[in-house]
């Protein structure tokens, strides 16, 4: 297994999946790092749902805001960790008013001490039109930017499109 994978995608490419996969095929115990806050019935379906279709397997903590002491906290070299997603991350620090590169530089740097491989989801969402407002402008220039910092420092990236993985950066 790669030390660390940034698996990226758009809505339903099935980025999520593939990330669960190689991280079922290490053998490790598995922690599910959750980023997603439950703020309607849709997302509170979406969810359970994604729990259910885990399985017992799994272990699962939130952490809507800091993914850097979580991994701190919870990597060790018979574990793999999978974080999903960077993107809800990045909402979740810009609508709480937090330093998104500094968060960043955190995550950075918990990714070069974990103990174990780390899994990492996020949205490429930088293929569509430049939005209309200064919010989702905002948003997208920093999922773009999150998704470049991460990627550098990964020693692996997968782009998924149609469920079908395209190896950005390789292994090794």
Do not use: Y
């Amino acid at each position: 297994m790669t030390r660390t994978l940034l698996v990226l995608g758009g809505a339903r490419s099935g980025k999520s999946r593939h990330a669960q996969a190689r991280a079922e095929t290490t053998g490790l115990d598995r922690l599910f790092i959750a980023t997603a806050q439950p703020f309607d019935d849709e997302m509170r379906d979406r969810i359970a749902r994604h729990r259910q279709e885990r399985g017992a397997s799994w272990h699962t903590v939130e952490a809507p805001i800091d993914i850097a002491a979580t991994l701190d906290a919870r990597s060790a070299p018979d574990r793999v960790i999978l974080v999903d997603c960077l993107t809800l991350w990045t909402s979740n620090l810009i609508l709480g008013d937090h330093d998104v590169t500094r968060a960043t530089d955190d995550l950075i740097g918990a990714l070069a001490r974990a103990a174990g491989p780390v899994i990492l989801v996020a949205n490429e969402v930088g293929l569509g039109i430049v939005p209309d407002n200064a919010l989702a402008r905002r948003f997208r220039d920093a999922a773009g930017l999150v998704n470049q910092r991460v990627a550098a420092a990964c020693a692996e990236v997968v782009f998924l499109a149609a469920g079908l993985p395209l190896t950005l950066k390789p292994a090794g």
